[in-house]
């Protein structure tokens, strides 16, 4: 079953706080720690966060840090993960686990195409590779070099630590577009779910780059283009229906933010299945049959959960 699991494992207590102390201590007598023992209202230090983001006075957001725990996702996403510097991180080893069993993600997009052959010849083709793997270590090759063998879709773990400007700035800003990979795509929003039940206002606008400042870029290149070239206007229409589409989505993820966080406020932590929303549920059809030519049950849903627990 291909179930990936995100969960908050720490974020900053007191992070408005830290980030407003800080702030002020840049244009005050008393130092950040004198500020911190003042007595901020909630109103007095949402001002301040709002003032910060609208000047884009982003580096008090470097105060706040969060640790995600990924779980069930394929290397191809760890792999764009970790492309974002401004972050830790800490994967599970090949070296050290050997995968179990037949431990690969299935595309959502290859089981919507419904292409049958196709689908059952890439569930085939992954089986092959860890029989071989399995079959290669057997026959006394390491685990480090048998590991190449391994599909780019294996599954795996991993844990990460973002303060909420490389957060807001640059993974939301880039990955919650429509235009990220689907898989990376859907953990940005699972992530971007978790800081906006613990951190509402400084997560208030997050998203992708069309939400979070207006600038969707490819529209104003198309835009740009359509001047001199009649074809690009498909294009415009192309990214404003997206635009319209993502707000839906960020909407959507801000109304079950809200909820959440009550509930998050009331028990202390939470645990929610986000397969709906963000993941994947496959046609009934389509499993049947695969699983028949594969000759066992293949789940081929994509089920995605949230825990806050810190
Ligand atoms: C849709 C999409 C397609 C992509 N396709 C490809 C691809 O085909 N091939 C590929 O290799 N990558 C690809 N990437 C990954 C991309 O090149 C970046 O590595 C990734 O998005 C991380 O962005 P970043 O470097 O801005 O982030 P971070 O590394 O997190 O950096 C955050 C910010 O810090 C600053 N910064 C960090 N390091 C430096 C530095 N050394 N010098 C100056 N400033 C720095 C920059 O302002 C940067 O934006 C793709 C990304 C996306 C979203």
Known sequence: MIKIKVALLYYTEDMEKYIVSATKSCKSEKSAAELFKKNFTQKNLEKTIEELLNVGHMSPFEFGEFIFSVEGVSRQLTHQYVRHRIASYLQQSLRSVKPKGYNFIVPPK??????LGLI????KQQKEAFDLYREAIELGLNEEDA????PIGVKTNIVCKMNARELLQNFFYLRCCQNAQWEIN???????LAVKIVSPKIFENAGPSCIFDGKCKDLINAKLKSREDSKFKHKCLYY?????????????????????????VEKGHIAVDLTKLLGYKAPKNIKKAVSSAIGEEIDLDYKVFLEISP
Do not use: G, H
Request: glycine share 0%; proline share 0%.
């Open 110 to 115: 290859l089981i919507e195409s419904k292409n």
């Open 120 to 123: 059952i010849k890439y569930i």
């Open 147 to 150: 590991r190449t063998i391994l």
């Open 186 to 192: 859907m953990l940005a929003y699972t992530q971007l």
């Open 240 to 264: 404003q229906k997206c635009f319209k589409e993502t707000r839906k989505k960020v909407e959507k993820i801000n109304r079950l933010a809200e909820k959440l966080r009550k509930e998050f």
